[in-house]
């Protein structure tokens, strides 16, 4: 993280200040201490998702197209700033430029701006020892294109069962509060003694129709605060709430991440990471409380000598199959071949789940629909 700094240098007689980057406010102030400097002030620096968007995907492509055309990555991020006209990402390029002119490593940069992922970082970390930086950044589009195949196939699955409900539930809206209410006067008229139900569906009916307003204000209300709930990501985390609930979708989702996790992992082992190091970014990868504490409890085991395929079976990240391809790729050496091999396992157990359920829910929806209709 990036702290802005206020400090007095030993024989210094003005104040100085500068922009840092450490891993807490505690290890700045120990360096320093240790340098025989006075800190005075430190300020984190936060940068805003707006402020630091980037499309990561389209940078990628364009950044390893220039350093294979035989750029030198400060000339591919120059052209890249002058090639599109944002200012979100203008301002990332600069700051990128900046940090690159004053020596520091595009990783450094790169998580300097807090704009890129920490999977890219650490595959370019890696990729700075070994010198191969268009292949890292290949193997990130990879990974970048594993996740975003899943994540659209989630979506699409979900959209065509949204569609189907909201437009049952507008239809039912319709009908209870401007249709039946008009019918409602026939029964008036006549002497028919009417069913439980029927009276039930015009008392409804008459009580929509008669705080029609009411209802269009509490219709519009729901839609903005919706939209405004999945805007501040709240839906998505309430969604994950409700999925881990529910044994079977956990079970399935556990599929995702831990796609997402071997995925990652593979992608850093074949930089040069070592397991423990990959590990330690995988902790940062969003994989929720549950997955990120399995990871940590991998990194302790591993610290304690075990082997990586004990370590992840105690953590409960593998099941069979897992564990035993993990300690193959142990003996003979191809770990990253296996840490992706695993990675396209959970991937293809989620997309034949999502396949399954939408051949299911899809026909049960409309049932359901048209009899609530």
């Known amino acids: ?16 200040e ?10 700045l102030r120990n360096q320093y201490l240790a340098s025989g400097r006075v800190v005075l002030g430190v300020k984190p620096e936060r940068q805003t998702v707006r402020d630091a968007h980037v499309d990561v995907s389209w940078w990628c492509r ?50 300097g701006t807090g704009a890129f992922p920490a999977v890219l970082i650490a595959a370019v970390t890696a990729s700075e020892r070994t010198s191969t930086l268009p292949e890292a950044l290949e193997d990130y589009l990879a990974y ?20 189907v409900v909201a437009l049952g539930l507008v239809i039912t809206v319709f009908l209870l509060a401007f249709v039946i209410p008009r019918f409602s ?27 029609s307003s009411w209802l269009l204000c509490g219709v519009a209300a729901l839609i903005v605060g919706v939209a405004w709930a999945v805007g501040q990501g709240w839906a998505g985390r309430a969604l994950v709430l409700v999925i881990e609930g529910v044994p079977p979708l956990r079970k399935q989702w556990d599929h995702f991440l831990l796609a997402k996790l071997y995925q990652s992992l593979a992608l850093m082992v074949r930089g040069g990471y070592t397991l423990d190091e990959a590990l330690a970014v ?3 990868l969003g994989l929720g409380a549950r997955m990120a504490l399995g990871v940590a409890v991998a990194r302790r085991e591993i610290a304690r000598g075990r082997s990586a395929s004990l370590a992840m079976a105690s953590a409960g990240l593998t099941e069979i199959v897992t564990e035993r ?45 048209a009899l609530l209709v």
Not at 1 to 16: E, H, S
Not at 325 to 334: C, D, H, I, K, P
């Open 282 to 284: 995988g902790e940062g």
């Open 325 to 369: 391809l993990l300690a193959v790729g142990e003996r003979s050496g191809n770990f990253d071949g296996v840490l992706q091999a695993v990675a396209d396992r959970h991937a293809q157990a989620f997309a034949t789940f999502i396949e399954r359920a939408t051949r299911i829910v899809e026909p049960v929806l409309l049932l359901l629909v």
């Open 185 to 211: 006067r026939m029964y008036a008229d006549t002497n028919v003694q009417l069913s439980a139900a029927t009276q039930v569906v015009l008392w409804v009916s008459q009580t929509l129709a008669d705080r």
């Open 18 to 27: 500068e922009t840092v980057e450490a891993a807490s406010e505690l290890d």
């Open 144 to 163: 970048d294109d594993t996740l975003s195949r899943l994540r659209r196939q989630a979506v699409s699955a979900a959209i065509y069962p949204s569609l």
């Open 62 to 111: 364009e950044l390893r197209a220039l350093l294979r055309a035989g750029m030198t990555a400060v000339e591919a991020i120059e052209t890249l700033a002058a090639s599109r006209d944002d200012a979100a990402r203008g301002r990332v390029h600069a700051q990128l430029l900046k940090s690159l002119r004053e020596g520091q490593s595009l990783s450094r940069a790169m998580k």
């Open 1 to 16: 993280m990036r702290y802005a700094v206020r400090f007095l240098a030993p024989g210094a007689v003005a104040i100085a």
